[in-house]
């Protein structure tokens, strides 16, 4: 088992990916971008990032 302060690392790890993920989407959404390669892209990582931050905090209950 981890200990809270490695609990709280990961996490804020995990946490700045979803950001940067979900940063890089309402940046093409800015520039009504929302079809095409870049697009399926970003999606494809803020769903990913998302899916292994929900993940990590089910493994912790």
Request: aromatic letters at 8%.
């Amino acid at each position: 088992m981890t200990t809270v302060e490695d609990f709280k690392a990961k996490s804020q790890e995990l946490l700045v990916e979803l950001d940067a993920a979900t940063s890089e989407m309402m940046t093409l959404i800015c520039v009504h971008q929302m079809t095409g390669t870049a697009w399926e892209e970003a999606v494809q990582r803020q769903h990913e990032a998302y899916e292994q931050w929900v993940a990590y905090l089910n493994e912790r209950q």
